[in-house]
């Protein structure tokens, strides 16, 4: 992933955390729009939002990638337990692209959310294929 991606995700993240709570909201609503089966899996609403902007932020902070690649193998085996599926990230991701161009409107451009794209397909490649890597 490029150092220029990784600036303008935590540029972003800067910005979604000014408004957290709608954020959150709108995620959401996206999420169980795309994947209805998602609402049965979260034991309380506010448990994933922020440990996932968190985690989002500390990953696209890290210049040395390497050293949290374990922890992402790890998050990746816990979705597993948490009853999450593999054909369930894509609509996922979608869903969060859609929320923060939601959020962000005018401050979110392309070039960011191409950034996004790119962070999330690697996070999401790592989570899933983790095994493949040990
Ligand atoms: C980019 C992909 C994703 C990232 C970075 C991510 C991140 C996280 C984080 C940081 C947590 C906190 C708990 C922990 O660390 O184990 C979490 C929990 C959880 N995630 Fe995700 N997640 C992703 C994709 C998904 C998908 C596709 C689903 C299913 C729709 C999902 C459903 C859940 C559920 C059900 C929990 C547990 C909530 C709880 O028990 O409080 N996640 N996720």
Redesign the pocket.
């Known amino acids: 992933m490029q150092d220029s991606s990784r600036m303008l995700v935590a540029q972003s993240i800067q910005q979604i955390n000014q408004q957290s709570e709608r954020f959150q909201q709108s995620f959401y609503q996206h ?1 169980y729009q795309q ?1 209805p089966a ?1 609402r049965a ?3 309380n609403t506010t ?2 939002k922020t ?2 902007v968190s ?2 932020s500390t990953f696209s902070r890290l210049s040395n990638f390497d050293k949290l690649k374990p922890a992402i193998i790890a ?1 990746g085996k ?2 597993l337990a ?1 009853g ?1 599926s593999t054909d ?2 894509p609509p ?1 991701k979608q869903a969060l692209l859609a929320t923060i161009q939601e959020t962000l409107q005018e401050e979110v451009d392309s070039a960011s959310l191409s950034a996004w794209n790119e962070v ?1 397909d690697e ?2 490649d790592i ?1 899933q294929k983790g095994d493949a890597h040990e």
């Open positions: 999420l994947v998602a899996l979260f034991p448990a994933e440990k996932l985690m989002l998050l816990r979705h948490y999450v369930m990230y996922f999330l996070l999401i989570m």
